[in-house]
């Protein structure tokens, strides 16, 4: 059973979180401040957190600094706040996905069971699979439909990042660290140009993807 904590200082809204995660057999811990958070985090060390970022004693990136300095459990952050800055802000403390308020119950869910996912020791992943693409890290190939899809290397490294987790929002700026190094951390029409040359690639609608999704000023995600 995979422990969550929820962080949330609305009562109704913490209630609510928890009796849906309870009733998919999540063990639910709460905490309505990010002292008490941070101190049921040490005691129960849970799977996942799910936190606010409006908390009465300090702010929810505070949070997140403290929490990535124990450990890496996922963080995925609540948020009425939607401006770019403040979703970079957290993502950069060290949160693994940002959901904004109002949300839909079964978008967190879906959410929550993607982290877990992630999170889980698993063997190192060989294969992902689609219904119409196959890619091989191994081999470094993509088949679309079972025939080869040439790419270029840059192509293949940005599909890589996003491929290695599935359903993991990767932000912008470590997408580009990781591909082309540090010194482009701000080169973002990089990765619109390389995500456009995939999208017309590997997608059935290159104008309406449903695997190469960008989530508008935090990053990019693989949805397998």
């Known amino acids: 059973m995979n422990r969550v904590l929820i962080v949330e200082d609305d009562d109704r809204l913490r209630r609510t979180l928890a009796i849906n995660l309870q009733a998919r057999k999540y063990e639910v811990h709460t905490a309505a401040d990010g002292a008490t958070a941070l101190e049921v985090a040490a005691s129960v060390d849970p799977d996942l957190v799910v936190l606010d970022l409006g908390l009465p004693d300090m702010d929810g990136v505070d ?42 119950i079964e978008e967190l869910l879906a959410r929550v069971r993607a982290a877990v996912r992630r999170a889980a020791p698993a063997e190192d992943l060989a294969t992902v699979e689609t219904a119409t693409l196959t890619i091989d890290l191994r081999a470094k190939r993509v088949l679309r439909h079972g025939v080869e899809v040439r790419l270029t290397p840059t192509e293949w490294h940005v599909l890589e990042a996003l491929a290695r987790s599935p359903g993991r929002l990767v932000p912008g700026r470590e997408l ?47 949805e397998p």
Not at 181 to 209: F, H, I
């Open 63 to 104: 949070v997140v600094s403290t929490l990535r300095r124990r450990s890496s459990v996922p963080v995925i952050i609540l948020s009425a706040r939607d401006s770019e800055a403040t979703k970079v802000a957290a993502l950069d403390a060290g949160a693994d996905d940002y959901v904004t308020k109002p949300f839909g």
């Open 176 to 222: 580009l660290r990781e591909v082309w190094g540090p010194s482009y951390r701000d080169e973002t029409n990089y990765l619109r140009v390389y995500m456009a040359q995939l999208r017309r690639k590997l997608e059935e609608q290159p104008g309406a993807p449903r695997h190469l999704i960008t989530e508008p000023g935090l990053g990019y995600r693989f």
